[in-house]
């Protein structure tokens, strides 16, 4: 079974021009509507496509999936069933969707099915049990070492080495909208002896992308380079908010905690790795040569396009960032491979982010750390305003779409805003 949709497809439902959400993609998540419990669903154009629905009308085969598949909190229940069956389904919704096919567009109650995405609610779509947080992009890496370490020895000795991350928290990992709190914590001043509390000065988002992962091997195995997308489902983007101040003072020796933990936010629409299979590309020639397990064959990078945008209260946004996904130096599959190498076993709806990426020149930098240096140089905003950080009642909104042949991939946007400390 081809788990691709033909570049020549097209669909009987209105899609707007420049839509995230075409035919060929079919992003999977959570949504509910009033008075009904949350449900599975693909997004096309303005629609969603209730999944449950569907299936009680006869349009999903009742031998491969049954309705709690569907009528379920998060996708974990679906996703659990595998890579074939969730392509099969996805392939499945694109037959129903296809200009020439009458099945789902002749139902009478169709507007029971395809919904309009302005009345629905989106949710996380997927329940996290572990989190893990990547430090893959050169160029964000050599930045941070510039600033902080020895301009001349930018990255550790690792770092060319092993894809580093770390174990985060899943428990403040929350969908767009959501607003999120200015974190408290420790710091320690520049010029102080002792570290005073209170709110974080310098908050920080992190432009990230995110893959969540199918049921993986027994404890003890590993997966390799050239098995890693069997066992990833797809990607969302990931705002990894990051309180610069508190991270300073408690990062040695055990890394970032209270800096992290206080929140992560997500788009709501998982976008396949079927979906983003026509948009790989080659990444950077990895010097010196990897270990056997990290390496790979064929092309592991993706070009999808990300921007950052800040919109102060009452002001329009201004967008302050435009990167790709693209110039991470760690790929994705390399990340999983390294995750599992010692035989960590993976479960579905586990998430492993990016860490923050950004590209060679100023305007590609992934986080307000980067883009003001350290604070050295303020973004100027639309309204005339300046940012050297993230203020209290500004929203950051990060968009990502891949487009190549006219075709677009879209992953929709994730808007968080940012409140005064409690």
């Known amino acids: 079974m081809s788990n691709t949709i033909g570049p020549d497809t097209k669909t009987w439902v209105e899609v707007p ?18 008075g009904k419990s949350k449900r599975a669903g693909i997004a096309i154009g303005n629609k969603v496509v209730d999944l449950a629905a569907l299936y009680d009308a006869g349009l999903i085969d009742k031998n491969a999936y049954k309705k709690e598949h569907f009528e379920c909190e998060v996708l974990n229940p679906f996703m659990k069933l595998g890579k074939q069956a969730t392509s099969k389904l996805r392939i499945r919704i694109a037959e129903l969707l296809e200009s020439t096919n009458s099945e789902l567009r002749s139902l009478p109650n169709i507007s ?23 430090y893959s992009s050169e160029d964000h890496a050599r930045n941070v070492g510039t600033m902080f370490r020895d301009p001349n020895n930018a990255l550790l ?7 580093v991350g770390y174990h985060g928290r899943s ?10 709190h200015r974190p408290k914590g420790q710091q320690k001043p520049k010029d102080a002896d002792q570290p005073v509390f209170g709110p974080c000065k310098l908050l920080d988002f992190e432009l990230e992308m995110a893959f969540v992962t199918f049921d993986g091997k027994p404890m003890g195995q590993s997966i390799s380079t050239a098995e890693a997308e069997d066992y990833i489902f797809g990607m969302v983007i990931f705002n990894d908010w990051s309180a610069r101040d508190i991270q300073t003072w408690e990062y040695v020796p055990l890394g970032p905690f209270l800096a992290k933990n206080f929140a992560s936010s997500i788009s709501p ?18 010097e010196p040569k990897v270990f056997p397990y990290l390496d790979y064959d064929g092309d592991k990078n993706i070009d999808i396009n990300l921007e950052v945008a800040i919109e102060p209260e009452g002001s329009a946004e201004t967008v302050v960032s435009r990167s790709n996904y ?7 599959a390399q990340q999983l ?42 973004i100027k905003m639309n309204d005339g305003s300046e940012r050297k950080f993230i203020q209290d009642n500004d929203t950051v909104i990060m968009r990502a779409f891949a487009e190549k042949n006219g075709i677009r991939i879209g992953f929709g946007e994730v808007r968080s805003k940012l409140l005064p400390a409690l």
């Open 112 to 134: 029971d099915i395809l919904i309009d995405q302005s009345a629905v609610t989106m949710h996380l779509p997927v329940s996290v049990g572990d989190y893990t947080d990547f």
């Open 337 to 378: 491979a390294h995750h599992t190498i010692n035989g960590c076993p993976i479960k579905a709806g586990d998430m492993m982010a990016s860490g923050t990426i950004s590209g060679p020149e100023p305007s590609s930098y992934g986080s307000m750390l980067e883009l003001s240096w350290r604070g050295t140089k303020p």
């Open 157 to 163: 000795p690792n770092w060319k080495h092993i894809p």
């Open 269 to 286: 629409w998982i976008v396949t790795m079927d979906a983003l299979s026509e948009y790989k590309v080659a990444g950077a020639k990895q």
């Open 326 to 332: 693209r110039y991470m130096y760690w790929n994705y």
């Open 17 to 34: 021009t420049n839509s995230d959400f075409t035919i060929h993609n079919l992003p999977f998540g959570i949504f509910s509507q009033s």
């Open 171 to 180: 428990s403040s990992i929350v969908i767009s909208g959501t607003p999120i």
